[in-house]
């Protein structure tokens, strides 16, 4: 991510957390910009274009979007504001603001777990992730897809965030665009996200001191989501960022193997 980006991904994040009402609506638009945008790389194009003034792309957004909501609005003339790398960047930017958005809006949902749970049921079943991420597929096909299975089993905010972003892979991998949704959201609530592989369920009190170990490690609160994997054998396998913490039986095993085999 250049410079440019991550300033204007941080002024759009500011916008939309000062922006007034926002709600699962809001999120709705923004995704919906994002799906207009991709579709006219006229538009996209004119709306990232840093040789326009500020101004001018701003009156480009009320023109083609002011009838959506006055907090989406805000948020979409903060982000052409901006300066990014590339199209690409601000429309990344714009679904990162309706994942935002969509968290916002129902903070009392664990769309994380949900994230996380919706991946690792699209992982096990090839079909539905080769189906979700074909170039051929109608795009509101596989939004009403997602919609059918997931209405009733997750909040709105995750339904919401899962059919938006499988309606517009945009050359992406289903699963990483879950994980990077997963992420979003973890950050809005001010948390991070660690994925631990167990042979075994974790009781309470290990998930608890778990949560205080890396909470205190990493200095923010930690969301914890736990995988059982019997090629663990032991112990556990906690990946958090880019961190990769192996406390595992078999590496344990694996590096005694190394050293007797050197």
Request: glycine residues 8%; proline residues 2%; neutral net charge.
């Amino acid at each position: 991510m250049g410079s440019a980006t991550t300033q204007a991904l941080a002024a759009t994040t500011s916008a939309l957390t000062a922006a007034p009402g926002v709600d699962l609506g809001v999120a709705r638009e923004l995704f919906a910009a994002v799906r207009t945008l991709a579709g006219s790389s006229q538009l996209s194009g004119a709306l990232s274009d840093a040789s326009a003034s500020a101004q001018a792309r701003q009156q480009v957004v009320t023109s083609v979007f002011g009838g959506f909501s006055a907090a989406s609005v805000a948020v979409l003339k903060a982000a052409v504001a901006e300066r990014w790398s590339s199209t690409e960047d601000l429309l990344a930017g714009i679904e990162e603001a309706g994942v935002r958005a969509a968290a916002l809006a129902q903070p009392e949902v664990d769309v994380e777990a949900e994230l996380f749970e919706v991946g690792r049921t699209i992982a096990a079943n090839p079909e539905l992730e080769l189906a979700l991420g074909s170039r051929l597929g109608d795009a509101s096909a596989k939004g009403a897809l997602i919609e059918k299975l997931l209405t009733g089993r997750a909040g709105d905010a995750t339904v919401l965030i899962v059919s938006s972003l499988a309606q517009l892979p945009r050359e992406r991998r289903v699963r990483s665009m879950l994980s990077r949704a997963l992420r979003v959201v973890a950050d809005q609530r001010g948390r991070t996200v660690a994925t631990i592989f167990a042979a075994s369920a974790l009781t309470d009190a290990q998930v608890s001191r778990l949560q205080r170990t890396l909470a205190a490690r990493y200095g923010t609160e930690v969301s914890l989501n736990v995988v059982l994997d019997p090629s663990v054998v032991g112990g556990v396998r906690i990946e958090i960022g880019d961190d990769v913490i192996d406390a595992t039986v078999s590496s344990r095993l694996g590096d005694l193997r190394h050293r007797l085999a050197g």
